[in-house]
Nanobody
Framework: QVQLVESGGGLVQPGGSLRLSCAAS????????MGWYRQAPGKQRELVAG???????NYADSVKGRFSISRDNAKNTMYLQMNSLKPEDTAVYSC??????????????WGQGTQVTVSS
């Protein structure tokens, strides 16, 4: 069994910062690409940022220069540092990761999501 658990969401004023974490646990042999997605009410889920096992990153144009994705392979954890937050960043943020487990192979797993609300 593999689990992804997000944390760090909350309510923040415009211009503020939050740091999200995504921790993987369970039967983990290797973690490959990981990513952060978000879904605002009435909108489709969109990719926010991704990071490969070699730490190559990519970002949605809307967050470039404000958000930073990173990972700590020793802790099986990925982070999303969000600065200069805007009301339009309000959404449920979810992480995913392609994880290889012993005797199972590699699958894509998702976390349950954490709410980020940017409002004054």
């Amino acid at each position: 069994q593999v689990q992804l658990v997000e944390s760090g969401g909350g309510l923040v004023q415009p211009g503020g910062s939050l740091r999200l974490s995504c921790a993987a646990s369970g039967n983990i042999r290797s973690i490959y690409a990981m990513g952060w997605y978000r879904q605002a009410p009435g909108k489709q889920r969109e990719l926010v940022a991704g990071i490969t096992s070699g730490r190559t990153t990519n970002y949605a144009d809307s967050v470039k220069g404000r958000f930073s994705i990173s990972r700590d392979n020793a802790k099986n954890t990925m982070y999303l540092q969000m600065n200069s937050l805007k009301p339009e960043d309000t959404a449920v943020y979810s992480c995913n990761a392609r994880i290889e487990s012993d005797g199972v192979g590699a699958y894509l797993y998702w976390g349950q999501g954490t709410q980020v609300t940017v409002s004054s």
